[in-house]
């Protein structure tokens, strides 16, 4: 068993604390993938995870094993990072198996492991290469590579995609994915890129100023936000927010923000939000939850101030009111900078948060 337990635990530099006390569980087998915006702490949590920093205070355990003052050595994880840290006077093969080679395992067992590594990542016509003469994409599998081979009870992985062009992240997610299924271990992977959280994840681990936001899995996260920062991070173009309150009128509730923006919520169950009528609220909704208008749904003028066509559709940037908002629309639409654009707004899709806390009051059910 290779579960993750953090109990408690913190991490402070100086006077500074950059991770409050931390609950974190990790199921044995569980894809678990750390994101949040740069500082957040997820870095600094993998690392007391590998004992490459020491926890302040708390437990970590690996498995049954209390590895909280045990040294990275001694914790049977492999990590593999952004830089991919090749030796560039060895070989693909040497480089895979240096780790065993030091270790003082037998060279025939060394050479086991680097072929089933190298089968594993399609790197057996690479193996008498140096680092030099290969892709980005290709020094990372071999990163990955020295990793398999000591059979950790955990991989760790920190941003190890950020250095490699759109196409390459495309396939080495793949890639990765397929390691996890092949390998059945426990994964932690650190990004900031929401993206890879979402397609690469069994469960996502959203942080914030050393706090867990939320962790659930990515649908959960996409369609039931805890509150409005993971509303904000989760999702590519993010959420509209719309600041305002809600009242009674014309047979059904309105949402009336700043700047003359009122959205008719008559035709929504709104009995989640029934005791939040006359307080200050925020209204999410996401840019692919909007249309070109229909009759049958809310809708909002926005100011168009850009326009990018994106293929199967165009996104239409500009200002509700007084909010930034961005609209899905359809590619043949003729709209352009500078015009004033009708949107509705897919009243199931709609969420609402506390202005102050930020947390969610619920979302509308069409």
């Given amino acids: 068993m290779s579960q993750i337990d953090l109990e408690r635990v913190t991490k402070t530099f100086g006077t500074v604390e950059v991770i409050p006390p931390l609950d974190l569980n990790i199921a044995d087998k569980e894809f678990v993938v750390l994101v949040g915006p740069s500082g957040c702490g997820k870095t600094t949590t993998l690392r007391m995870i590998a004992g490459l920093e020491t926890a302040t205070s708390g437990v970590i355990r690996i498995g049954d094993r209390d590895v909280t003052d045990l040294r990275a050595g001694l914790r049977n994880c492999s990590m593999v990072f952004q830089n991919y840290a090749l030796y560039p006077h060895m070989s693909v093969a040497e480089n895979i198996g240096y780790g065993m080679k030091v270790r003082g395992t037998p060279k025939t067992e060394i050479a086991k492991a680097v ?30 590579g020295r990793a398999i081979v ?8 920190d941003e190890p995609l950020s250095n490699l062009d759109a196409k390459l992240r495309i396939e080495m997610r793949t890639e990765i994915k397929l390691l996890h299924r092949r390998l059945q271990t426990t994964i932690v992977y650190v990004t900031h890129d929401q993206v890879e959280a979402m397609t690469m994840a069994d469960r996502v681990v959203v942080m914030n100023q050393g706090r867990v936001e939320q962790a659930a899995d990515p649908i959960t996260l996409y369609e039931r936000p805890r509150n409005r920062f993971v509303a904000a991070f989760i999702g590519a173009p993010s959420m509209n ?126």
């Avoid at 600041?243 to 059904?252: I, N, P, V, W």
């Avoid at 709609?350 to 102050?356: D, E, T």
């Fill in 150 to 157: 000591r059979q950790p009870d955990v991989f760790l992985f």
């Fill in 241 to 366: 927010f719309i600041d305002g309150a809600l009242e009674r009128g014309d047979g059904g509730v309105n949402f009336v923000a700043e700047g003359g923006v009122k959205i008719a919520l008559a035709d929504a169950r709104v009995e989640t939000l029934s005791s939040s009528v006359g307080e200050k609220i925020t209204l999410g909704i996401r840019p692919e939850h909007t249309m070109n208008a229909e009759q049958a749904f809310p809708a909002v003028d926005i100011k168009v101030a850009d326009v990018e066509p994106l293929g199967p559709h165009t996104l239409a940037i500009g200002k509700a009111g007084q909010a930034d908002f961005t609209a899905q629309i359809d590619a043949a639409s003729p709209v352009r900078p500078d015009e004033m654009l009708r949107v509705s707004l897919n009243p199931a899709k709609m969420h609402f948060f506390h202005a102050n806390s930020g947390e969610a009051l619920g979302r509308l059910e069409g």
């Fill in 115 to 144: 072929a089933d590594a190298a089968r594993i990542l399609n790197l057996e016509p690479y193996l008498n290469r140096k680092p030099s003469a290969l892709s980005g994409g290709q020094r990372q599998r071999v990163a990955i």
